[in-house]
T-cell receptor
Framework: DAKTTQPPSMDCAEGRAANLPCNHS???????VYWYRQIHSQGPQYIIH???NNETNEMASLIITEDRKSSTLILPHATLRDTAVYYC???????????????FGKGTLLTVNP | EPEVTQTPSHQVTQMGQEVILRCVPI?????FYWYRQILGQKVEFLVS????????KSEIFDDQFSVERPDGSNFTLKIRSTKLEDSAMYFC????????????FGPGTRLTVL
């Protein structure tokens, strides 16, 4: 799986958009970008994933650059409960791939301030 | 909303003792996983399980570890002879096979080996 690079920490004001960057310059054509988060030693929580198109769900938006070498997770209106470590993970999808494990890095600690 | 559950939430054991950590995955999921997180470190993959057999395991998952799905609902991780360095949070996860294969994690079991 391709390696990812994320800033170790970021701050965001409550109610503002949080934009979390991730670099994955060695991503392969069949690898997806996944985002998970972990709130204070709880189990990681799936947020969103995408291949090359931008994606949006009830939690967040994922913007992937055209060359797919980087992406940004956007939390449109961050709340205090969004304070967590956010992990960007690149991995093949289940189609044709047998490697389903997730390889977590150190992630970005997002602190949402009141 | 269905969720992965784990018991116990905290297990304290003496070095050399056997422990069994229990998980109830989401009912229609077909893939099951164990991860661990030593305090202050990254989440690490241990093993994945599908169709009643191990699909993949990490080098951490040595002969002291085993997994089992004894019935239609439980998924267990056994550590035969615990060591001090096995102290960690152990997370169970499950997923269905689809294009995303997003994994849903349980709240974890904190294992403390004395």
């Amino acid at each position: 799986d391709a390696k990812t690079t994320q800033p170790p920490s970021m701050d965001c004001a409550e109610g503002r958009a949080a934009n979390l960057p991730c670099n994955h310059s060695t991503i392969s054509g069949n690898e997806y970008v996944y985002w998970y988060r972990q709130i204070h030693s709880q189990g990681p929580q799936y947020i969103i994933h995408g291949l090359k198109n931008n994606e949006t769900n009830e939690m967040a938006s994922l913007i992937i650059t055209e060359d797919r070498k980087s992406s940004t997770l956007i939390l449109p209106h961050a709340t205090l409960r969004d304070t967590a470590v956010y992990y960007c993970i690149v991995r093949v999808s289940s189609r044709g791939g047998s490697n389903y494990k997730l390889t977590f890095g150190k992630g970005t600690l997002l602190t949402v301030n009141p | 909303e269905p969720e992965v559950t784990q018991t116990p939430s905290h297990q304290v054991t003496q070095m050399g003792q056997e422990v069994i950590l229990r998980c109830v995955p989401i009912s229609n999921h077909l893939y099951f996983y164990w991860y661990r997180q030593i305090l202050g470190q990254k989440v690490e993959f241990l093993v994945s399980f599908y169709n009643n057999e191990i699909s993949e395991k990490s080098e951490i998952f040595d002969d002291q570890f085993s997994v089992e799905r004894p019935d239609g609902s439980n998924f267990t991780l056994k550590i035969r002879s615990t060591k001090l360095e096995d102290s960690a949070m152990y997370f169970c996860a499950s997923s269905v096979v689809n294009t995303g294969n997003e994994q849903f994690f349980g709240p974890g079991t904190r294992l403390t080996v004395l």
